[in-house]
């Protein structure tokens, strides 16, 4: 079954406005990751937030994870044009250093 | 400070042929995973290897699939008589141990005709 779920599938704003994504799992985790992809391209990296932390910034990025809902957030301020990818969250199962990866959201950023 | 390079970037093949994909990981990491993604959709962990150990293969498919890291060189993922269904985007990801951070190579790109 999914471990990663992302919600919204999709999400359209206008330039400088901020983008909130969610992101749920269902089993226990060692840490949660960000990826952004760019249409037909690779991975890029965002944030790791441990199983221990709450919240964790990066730039323009602020990711919360609450382990009691078994949920976590993306948050992008200020949004730009170059921001428009798919978000991605990936879990690993505790034991197992494989991630997991949800469906994504599509994040559009209109200018 | 070169990130995980795959080769080849796009890679055609017929049915029944073999594709061979390669992943050098980012320098200092010993922690290689393949991951598939079919279009429009998540990626889908196939397989984690160490040095010339395979950890885990949960998501590997049980035929025509394999893949090695020796002590020398790339890790290697293997497909044999590849079928249509096997036409995917292949990503590969680095650390440099367990619970820490995978960075992503940019893929190969495997279309079987």
């Known amino acids: 079954s999914q471990q990663g779920e992302e919600d919204p599938q999709a999400l359209s704003i206008q330039e400088g406005e901020n983008a909130t994504m969610n992101c749920s799992y269902k089993?226990?985790?060692?840490?949660l990751q960000w990826y952004r992809q760019n249409s037909g391209r690779g991975l890029v990296h965002l944030i790791l937030i441990r199983s221990n932390e709450r919240e964790k910034h990066s730039g323009r990025l602020r990711v919360t994870l609450d382990t009691s809902k078994k949920s976590s957030s993306l948050l992008i301020t200020a949004s730009r044009a170059a921001d428009t990818a798919s978000y991605f969250c990936?879990?690993?199962?505790?034991?197992?250093?494989?991630?997991?990866f949800g469906q994504g959201t599509r994040l559009t950023i209109n200018p | 400070n070169a990130g995980v390079m795959q080769n080849p970037r796009h890679l055609v093949r017929r049915r029944g042929q073999e594709a061979r994909l390669r992943c050098s990981p980012m320098?200092?990491?010993?922690?290689v995973y393949w991951y598939r993604q079919l279009p429009e959709e998540g990626l889908k962990f196939m397989v984690y290897?160490?040095?010339?150990?395979?950890?885990?293969e949960s998501g590997m498919p049980k035929e025509r699939f394999s893949a090695e890291f020796p002590k020398e060189g790339p890790s290697i993922l293997r497909i044999q008589q590849v079928v249509r269904g096997d036409s995917a985007a292949y990503f590969c990801?680095?650390?440099?141990?367990?619970?820490?951070?995978?960075?992503f190579g940019p893929g190969t790109r495997l279309t079987v005709t």
């Open positions: 990801a680095s650390s440099r141990g367990s619970y820490y951070e995978q960075y």
């Open positions: 990936a879990t690993d199962e505790m034991g197992a250093q494989k991630l997991v």
């Open positions: 089993t226990s985790i060692n840490n």
């Open positions: 290897l160490q040095k010339e150990n395979i950890i885990d």
């Open positions: 320098k200092g990491h010993s922690h």
